[in-house]
Structures are given as structure tokens and as C-alpha cells.
């Protein structure tokens, strides 16, 4: 956060308020069927969960929703305030979910925001655990600081400029990155066009990766208690955070950038980093394929390893990788490394393409914004 905002920040004047005293806050309505009653994959509307990514939305349904939209929704299961979130339209609720209906008018994603990062900081300091959850009456009782106006009232018109600015500043930062690494040019080529037109045709082939990259290399056990504090990225099995798990100093081995690695459940992830690795992580040596090609082999070594076949009982080393046969777009008899790569840049750019107007746009708004 740039300065100025932190000045703001410290120059507002602040409330007290428990948010049963802004909020009527109930148990959201549920349907009292099983998920694959609910979830459709052509549902428009979500069913709230108590998952802490995606707003909470485990699926969607085509039922109706029982629940209005413009509130807040937040688990009574965790250890706090980190499943609270906004929900913009009406929604189907999942047990144990609470539905916070604001008390006042003036309400908004910009307000909602504040306050659940000021619900955030009220109940992150430890206060519940397993044995006492943020429960309803917990929440109803919570204490949490808003900006307030001379004559003691809420200050949303401060709310509402705050959180814009503080998006525009976001926004900034990722529009900047997009374009120093490239990422902002979202028009397909020619090459890359004729990649997706054609990908129904291509001819495809069966590989076995140690005889594309020699034998893979099986990382060495290292003890959470071992680690010592660094800068190298350490790779273990696992999906949060790409399964690194910590960043360390010691003497291990480094693996190069551009190579592939295959935990013991059968996950494959493309590495563009220097790391060390567990026993737990199989190295494929792809440092000498073109970067975006080495992606799409990754994808590959996904789609033959993660099928189910490997978990704790049978765990997926660096002799399953040498043994890995992976399907692959052919040319003359030899992978076809550069239509590989053509087809992940052009996937790049579409995906991207979404990012990079969003990100135009919220810069215009906030261009108009800041002239007020």
C-alpha cells in the first residue's frame, strides 16, 4: 500500500461497532438434498460452501436461491472471519453457512470489502480455535472499526474511495507486470492461429520420457525441523502453493529452471525457478526443451501420472517417470516440439487476453475517479 493511502488510513477518525449491530446475521436456506442434486454444470447460481477460495462457491446450481444477494456469507466452522465474503447475487446457502443482511442502506462491494478486512483484523489474533469456533453468537458479538464522520456517523463516502484506490493501485501494479513480461500483447499470430485451427489433425505419438530426457531424478528427505530459512524455493508433494512448502539455505541439490516434477500422488507442475526437492518429487530433466513446450509436456505427464493410481499407499518415484509413456504431437517421427509451443502461447494469449482488458478498464475508471 502506497504511502499516501497509509497517511489516509491514519488521518480517519474510527468507530466501534459489533457486527450484529450492522448485520441481522442468520443461518442462510438450504436445500436439503445431496450435492448431485443441486450442482449442475449448466447452473447459474452458487451454492456457498465453507471453502475459503473462490467466494466460497463449491459449484452452481439450476435451483432457485433461497438466499438474497448484496450481503455477506461466512462459515461458522473456521477459526475466524477468513470465509467471510461478498455475495453480489442471489444464492443457495450450505449448512453451517451464516447470511449477514446489512441493517443499514448504503451497501455495496466497496463497503463490504472494508468491512470484512476490519472483520479480518478482529478475529486473526488467536482469540478461536477447534474447540471455539466463529460462531453465530461469536460473530454477532465481534467488534470491528469503521471510519466515521465528525458527527459520529459511518463514513462510507471514505469506505468507497478507499477501496477504489486501493483496487486502482492493484490494478496498476498487475498492468505493469503484464506488460514488462509481455504479457499484455493477447493477439494470436499466425503461427499460433494455425496451431489452434489445425490441433484436430495433428498426429500424435507415443513417448517414454527417459528415452526424450534421461533417467529423472528423485529428490533427498530434508526435515521440516532441518530447514533452515532461505531463499531457495523447497518442492514437496502437495497442491497448495505449486507444493512448495518452504524456502531454505541448506546444502541441497538445486535442479534447474525449465524442468518438471511429478510428486508421489502423480501431479506433474512445470518449474521456471531454481529448487530443491523432497523424496517425495521425481525431476524430469526438460532444461533443454524451449520453455512453452516444456509446458505442454508437463500437461502430458499430468494427464498419464495423476489418474488415481498413485496415493499414500503407492507412492509415484523416479522409476515410474523413466517408465512414463506420455502422448505427444509428432513430426517426422520426433515430437513436434515447435507446434508445442505455438499451442501454449496461443492459450497464453487467450486466457490473458480477459486480464489485460479487465485491468484497461478499471485503469479508465479510475482515471475518472481520481479527477473528483
Known amino acids: ?72 456469507s461466512c462459515s461458522d466452522t473456521t477459526l475466524g472471519a477468513e470465509t467471510m465474503y461478498y455475495q453480489k447475487i442471489d444464492y443457495i446457502g450450505y449448512q453451517h453457512i451464516q447470511s449477514l443482511i446489512p441493517k443499514f442502506d448504503r451497501f455495496n462491494s466497496a463497503i463490504a470489502f472494508f468491512i470484512i478486512s476490519a ?27 469503521l471510519p466515521i464522520c465528525d458527527d459520529g456517523s459511518i463514513d462510507f463516502d471514505f469506505m468507497e474511495s478507499f477501496i477504489a484506490e486501493l483496487e486502482a493501485e492493484r490494478v496498476a501494479e498487475l498492468s505493469a507486470y503484464l506488460t514488462v513480461s509481455g504479457l499484455d500483447n493477447y493477439e494470436l499470430s ?9 490441433y484436430q ?4 505419438d507415443t513417448y517414454n520420457l527417459e528415452k526424450l530426457f534421461g533417467k529423472s531424478t528423485r529428490g533427498k528427505r530434508l526435515k521440516g525441523d532441518d ?14 502453493s505449486e507444493g512448495i512448502s518452504a524456502y531454505i539455505s541448506n546444502d541441497v541439490e538445486v535442479f534447474e529452471k525449465n524442468t518438471t516434477t511429478i510428486d508421489m500422488f502423480g501431479s506433474a507442475k512445470y518449474r521456471n525457478y531454481k529448487y530443491g526437492a523432497d523424496d517425495h518429487v521425481a525431476v524430469v530433466h526438460t ?59 496461443a492459450v497464453q494469449k487467450l486466457v490473458i487476453k480477459d486480464v489485460v482488458l479487465y485491468a484497461d478498464r478499471k485503469i479508465e475508471k479510475a482515471k475518472t475517479i481520481t479527477k473528483h
Open 227 to 240: 530447514r533452515i530459512a532461505g531463499t531457495l524455493p523447497f518442492v514437496t508433494a502437495g497442491e497448495a
Open 1 to 72: 500500500m502506497n504511502a499516501s493511502l497509509n497517511e489516509k488510513l491514519r488521518a480517519v477518525k474510527w468507530g466501534e461497532y459489533k457486527l450484529g449491530d450492522l448485520f441481522e446475521i442468520n443461518p442462510t436456506k438450504y436445500y436439503r438434498l445431496a450435492n448431485d442434486k443441486i450442482l449442475s454444470k449448466s447452473g447459474i447460481t452458487p451454492l456457498v460452501s465453507n471453502a475459503s477460495i473462490a467466494n466460497g462457491v463449491m459449484g452452481f446450481s439450476n435451483l432457485n436461491p433461497l438466499n438474497k444477494g448484496n450481503s455477506l
Open 287 to 345: 532444461e533443454a526443451v524451449p520453455m512453452k513446450a516444456a509446458i505442454f509436456v508437463t500437461s502430458a505427464c499430468h494427464k498419464a501420472a495423476h489418474t488415481g493410481k498413485f496415493d499414500y499407499g503407492h507412492n509415484f518415484y523416479a522409476k515410474d517417470a523413466d517408465a512414463l509413456d506420455i502422448q505427444l504431437p509428432t513430426k517426422d517421427g520426433k515430437p513436434d516440439y515447435d507446434t508445442m509451443a505455438a499451442l501454449i502461447s
Open 190 to 198: 499466425s503461427e499460433e492461429e494455425n496451431a489452434l485451427k489445425n
Open 119 to 145: 472483520s479480518h483484523a478482529a478475529t486473526s489474533n488467536g482469540q478461536y480455535d477447534y474447540g471455539h469456533k466463529f460462531n453465530r453468537k461469536s460473530m454477532r458479538k465481534t467488534v470491528i472499526f
Open 201 to 204: 489433425f495433428l498426429k500424435w
